[in-house]
């Protein structure tokens, strides 16, 4: 006989407490063999008895497992686990103030290169299925290397108008991504989806627009900051291309900001829509985990260095020569390793230029958007990487060459929470799923210290902080470190938690993610992350109402940005969620090694 005992949270299927008790001779040991997926349980439910379901109160009840209900079906398919029951219709206002809202990422090519919406029928069938999920909206690449390809100004947006209709008869929400970048290089991009064409056509005879790293290697995957305020796109900067574009959005979407179906503009600054510099990328070779290399070498940022270090007295000092390459380890580096040259004067007055150029870069074109969507219910967004390899190590040579100048006595993070803090912007991470147990040791990884520290700085600086999966996980585990993260000290049942998340997205929409198995795990994810509530429509009633965007607050001083890199513990963090997700997988797994052990 199986017995499992049940909290009041999620039924015996969905508990966040499963405990097994087993009693000899029920299972025959000639059948177990056959045993090792959901899918072969009829020889096991044959055998067994009975459930018994306790409750809070500790009064037992027994039933017949064969009889099990299901939605839709007379009786218990071995086919498919048990659905948990169905919630109530009415809202637990106090409960309701831990729902996080959820979102998906759409396929990154749902708009084809040619600017065509293709497979209109098989993405209003998947955007349905998310939304009978329970999803509260999706995600979307807007990207410049469609609209604007034909020529500077000649902006399209028919393809995502169309999609964007289909979103809103579906019922979602919308978060659309300012692409400035482009796709393809980075981890999971399918599709290549180059910058305009145009402005590649200038990169061939000022081929600095582009980042540079010291072997002079060019980086086409992002304009360098370097030309942030140079006029060399037909009489434009950089800044102005990126401004003239969110304008022309606005223009061409107010339709859909005002009928409050466009809540968030996350505004891209840099590779892979990030804030950091393209340290890393496989079209130059790195793998995981290498350092990867400081990408300033392009005339325009040199020059700027050079001017900075002859201004504060030491015009012989040059950008690093001894820093390494791709996939070297910090230890193999005179700059990274022991005692090296990220701790003399020079490596910090580097490191200090290098970090603040990004996050100066970020700043300037959020106050852009914050002028083009002035007055418009929605909310800004900037995405920062999670850099999780070497964050164990003394010099966290990886977040160094990306931009993020952060150490044991040095946040690196926090400033730019600061910064995003006045353009009341929401500060969207990424690892949410990763554990340090699944990292290469070898690679000092430190996912979830460095989600703790990064979430816990944002909260400090008074910002919504939202977050997502750097990879596609379809597993409870994943799932799981998401809902702690999302809330780490668990649900309050006296109203709003100390410390919760804006908002999750999950990356991506895909086949793989629709399949049975997982889009059932899936759909107990979205639930959890609603605190075991119903889908919500009115953002109000879990405190996530849009005013009209307010200007920016003045410019912050560096002090100001200088003060926000002393160190702080992070906030209290719980060891698992108290909303788990049970992938019932797992769970028999765990049942049938624990009876192989009765037979040994």
């Known amino acids: 006989m199986t017995s499992i005992i049940r909290s009041t949270q999620g039924g015996c299927w969905g508990s966040d407490r499963l405990r097994l008790r087993l009693y000899g001779s029920v299972f025959d040991p000639a059948v177990m063999p056959l045993i090792d997926r959901v899918e072969s349980l009829q020889g096991v439910i044959r055998k067994v008895k009975r459930i018994e379901a306790m409750g809070q109160t500790g009064r037992s009840n027994y039933v017949d497992v064969t009889k099990f209900p299901k939605a839709g079906t007379s009786k218990l398919s071995t086919d498919e686990m048990p659905e948990a029951p169905t919630a109530p219709s009415t809202y637990n206002e106090k409960i309701l103030a831990n729902y996080v809202p959820v979102y998906v990422m759409l396929p990154l090519g749902v708009i084809s290169n040619d600017n065509v919406f293709e497979d209109q029928p098989k993405m209003e069938k998947q955007l349905k299925e998310l939304r009978a999920a329970g999803v509260d909206g999706v995600m979307v690449d807007v990207w410049w290397g469609i609209v604007e390809s034909k020529g500077p100004k000649q902006y399209d947006w028919s393809a995502y108008r169309s999609l964007f209709a289909l979103v809103q008869e579906c019922g ?157 380890t910090p230890g193999s580096t005179e700059f990274f390793g022991l005692n090296g040259t990220y701790m003399t004067e ?79 912007a929401i500060f969207n991470f990424t690892c949410l799923e990763m554990r340090d147990s699944e990292q290469r040791a070898d690679a000092k990884c430190g996912p979830q210290e460095l989600v703790q520290q990064v979430l816990s700085g944002g909260w400090r600086e008074e910002v919504e902080v ?45 086949d793989e993610l629709l399949k049975d198995k997982n889009f059932k795990i899936f759909k107990t994810f979205v639930k959890k992350m609603h605190a075991d509530q119903d889908y919500c429509a009115d953002l109000g009633m879990y405190n996530h109402q849009i005013g009209p965007l307010e200007r920016s607050k003045p410019k912050l001083v560096m002090e100001d940005l200088l003060e926000a890199t002393k160190p702080m513990e992070p906030f209290p963090w719980g060891e698992e969620t108290d909303m788990k997700v049970d992938d019932f997988d797992g769970v028999l797994a765990n049942l049938i090694r624990k009876l192989f052990s009765l037979f040994k």
Request: aromatic share 12%; with cysteine; net charge negative.
């Open 466 to 510: 939202a977050g997502e999966n750097a990879l596609s996980r379809y597993d409870s585990n994943g799932y799981n470190q998401m809902l702690l993260n999302a809330r780490p000290s668990g649900i309050s049942r006296e109203g709003l938690p100390k410390q919760i998340m804006y908002g999750v997205t999950y990356l991506r929409l895909s």
């Open 346 to 424: 020079k490596g910090k007055f580097f490191l200090t230029w290098y970090s603040n150029k990004l996050i100066n870069h970020g700043d300037e074109i959020l106050d852009e958007a914050n002028r083009a969507f002035l007055g418009c219910k929605v909310k800004l967004a900037a995405k920062v990487a999670g850099i999780h390899w070497w964050y164990k190590s003394p010099s966290h040579a990886a977040e160094l060459t990306s931009g993020y100048y952060n150490l044991k006595d040095r946040d690196g993070y926090r400033p730019i929470a600061r910064m995003l803090s006045r353009h009341y």
């Open 172 to 328: 979602l929400k919308l978060q659309a991504i300012m692409s400035f970048h482009r796709c393809g290089g980075n981890v999971g991009d399918e599709v290549t989806i180059p910058l305009p064409q145009w402005v590649l056509d200038i990169g061939e005879t000022d081929p600095d627009i582009f980042y540079t790293n010291r072997k002079g290697n060019r980086n086409k995957e992002y304009l360098t900051i370097g030309v942030d305020n140079q006029p060399l796109f037909d009489g434009r900067t950089a800044v102005q291309l990126y401004s003239d574009y969110m304008k022309s959005f606005r223009e061409n979407m107010s339709d859909f900001i005002e009928a409050g179906l466009i809540i968030d503009i996350e505004v891209g600054l840099g590779p892979a829509g990030e804030l950091r510099y393209p340290s890393y990328t496989g079209t130059q070779g790195w793998v995981f985990p290498g350092i990867g290399e400081f990408q300033c070498y392009d005339k325009y940022l040199e020059a700027e260095f050079k001017e900075a270090a002859t201004g504060a007295g030491h015009p012989e000092w040059g950008l690093p020569d001894n820093a390494g390459e791709y996939n070297d």
